[in-house]
């Protein structure tokens, strides 16, 4: 099921957030803002595509690649489970 899936992704990403990485606190802030875009995306199920969400969490793999390869690797299963989703 690619939405237990997503979840046990965002558990994933939370658990490495909270395990002491070397954010910074806007980079915290703004990994928090995905998992909440994210949930609430799965918990009102939208049949709309929401290209701007799937952008957003690009975006942060971009973004975290090179420092945080871990975190990077983790978005981008949820990118991933996005698109099997169809979001």
Known sequence: MPARELQQQLNELREQLDSGTTLTAEEQT????????????????????????????????ERFEVEHPTLAGTLRNIVQSLANMGI
């Open 30 to 61: 703004h990994l928090q803002d995905l998992i909440s875009q994210i949930e609430l995306k799965l918990e009102l199920e939208a049949v709309t595509p929401d290209t701007g969400l799937v952008d957003g969490v690009n975006l942060a793999v």
